[in-house]
T-cell receptor
């Protein structure tokens, strides 16, 4: 069956550009998570949605980062005025309900390079 | 200090060997514990949950020590296909906000 999909898979942006990263979760999954993974590090939590409600955005590194999930399915992570330190893989994960009860399924990630 | 600490390795071991990884976590409010596996340039995938009583899945054994805030993973009779990065993960929920916290990962290479 279809897993979590993300697009684009690769994105090169010039410093100062805005980017938008898309996540299509598994159909019917209530919870959606965004993570940032720098080279050689584990994923770092960015934000969490339950349906369309953003319940936790404590991991967003600055106000240049914004995420939305307006209809409770597809989510977009937007980064404004990209900086070199934003270069990383951005992973999206979804789960049937909360993170405790059900496995999180990860998408393949979007590799962002800011030049 | 990171909330979840792992030795990043790399660990290089011969095929058939037994290898053990350890992980410590600092937040005593952590509720659940997992090992994830991540292959090079791929997404993380759940390997197994970790319980205080210890749990085994084939060649893999995981153990949790809540008193010491310590998690372990043992791989017996290692295969070439076990080469990957192993991520120690803790879950906690605070006022309805749920979060998985990942360690840095331990890189394992199994040599023929």
């Amino acid at each position: 069956g279809a897993g979590v999909s993300q697009s684009p898979r690769y994105k090169v942006a010039k410093r100062g550009q805005d980017v938008a990263l898309r996540c299509d979760p598994i159909s019917g999954h209530v919870s959606l998570f965004w993570y940032q993974q720098a080279l050689g590090q584990g994923p770092e939590f960015l934000t969490y949605f339950q349906n369309e409600a953003q319940l936790d955005k404590s991991g967003l590194p600055s106000d240049r980062f914004f995420a939305e999930r307006p209809e409770g399915s597809v989510s977009t992570l937007k980064i404004q005025r990209t900086q070199q330190e934003d270069s990383a893989v951005y992973l999206c994960a979804s789960s049937l309900a909360g993170a405790l009860s059900y496995e999180q399924y990860f998408g393949p990630g979007t590799r962002l390079t800011v030049t | 200090r990171k909330e979840v600490e792992q030795d990043p390795g790399p660990f290089n071991v011969p095929e058939g060997a037994t290898v053990a990884f350890n992980c410590t976590y600092s937040n005593s409010a952590s509720q659940s514990f997992f090992w994830y596996r991540q292959d090079c340039r791929k997404e993380p995938k759940l390997l197994m949950s970790v319980y205080s009583s210890g749990n085994e899945d084939g060649r893999f054994t995981a153990q949790l020590n809540r008193a010491s805030q310590y998690i372990s993973l043992l791989i017996r009779d290692s295969k070439l296909s076990d080469s990957a990065t192993y991520l120690c993960v803790v879950f906690r929920e605070v006022r309805g906000a749920q979060k998985l916290v990942f360690g840095q990962g331990t890189r394992l290479t199994i040599n023929p």
